[in-house]
């Protein structure tokens, strides 16, 4: 166990439709990121946090996507207008310092 | 040429045997390099990380890492019909254990009986 938890676990969705997801790190994991993955793929970075801030985000994260981090401690990852393109596992991960990364049990997304 | 390089696979190995998992790649920067297994509709779990050229050993498993030949491996000792997973190789360009990893499309062993 991480420790990182992810909800939901599972998401199905009609294209064009909204969809939130959250992300609880333990309270030692200062940085956050979100990668996504489809299959046969490995993760794809998409944006961190170092507490609040976020620090860095992918070109893959277009308009659509939006991540906040209020407080520093959950997170939340909302797409917008959701595409069947869209469809993937959102992985969560956090770390601390000179700690590595460690996922969540991810988000599977579905859009129909 | 991708940043991360893996074969596919599978790769299958008898019961018992060594499984020997290989990972490219292409920016010399790299400083970190870390195994993830994942199983099946499963999220990545981190098996290793190595830093240093040359090997680093927990339990069954072996990190080998040759920053001249941008190459790194993952042996696994007396593969258990539980090995069965893919692998994916990250690496991290910035150095020390947290922040933004690159992976590779990850090889699918199969430890068969």
């Known amino acids: 166990d991480t420790g990182v938890s992810q909800d939901p676990r599972h998401k199905i969705t009609k294209r064009g439709q909204n969809v939130t997801f959250r992300c609880d790190p333990i309270s030692e994991h200062n940085r956050l990121y979100w990668y996504r993955q489809t299959l046969g793929q490995g993760p794809e970075f998409l944006t961190y946090?170092?507490?609040?801030?976020?620090?860095?985000k992918s070109r893959l994260l277009s308009d659509r996507f939006s991540a906040e981090r209020p407080k520093g401690s959950f997170s939340t990852l909302e797409i917008q207008r959701t595409e069947q393109g869209d469809s993937a596992m959102y992985l969560c991960?956090?770390?601390?310092?000179?700690?590595?990364?460690?996922f969540g049990n991810g988000t599977r997304l579905t859009v129909t | 040429q991708k940043e991360v390089e893996q074969n596919s696979g599978p790769l299958s190995v008898p019961e018992g045997a060594i499984a020997s998992l290989n990972c490219t790649y292409s920016?010399?920067?790299?400083?970190?390099f870390f195994w993830y297994r994942q199983y099946s509709g499963k999220s990545p779990e981190l098996i290793m990380f190595i830093y240093s050229n040359g090997d680093k050993e927990d339990g069954r498993f072996t990190a080998q890492l040759n920053k001249a030949s941008q190459y790194v491996s993952l042996l696994i000792r007396d593969s258990q019909p539980s090995d069965s997973a893919t692998y994916l190789c990250a690496v991290n360009r910035r150095g020390g254990t947290a922040s933004k990893l690159t992976f590779g499309t990850g090889t699918r062993l199969q430890v068969t009986l």
């Open positions: 920016d010399r920067g790299s400083q970190s």
């Open positions: 991960a956090g770390t601390g310092y000179g700690s590595p990364l460690h």
């Open positions: 946090f170092q507490n609040e801030a976020q620090l860095e």
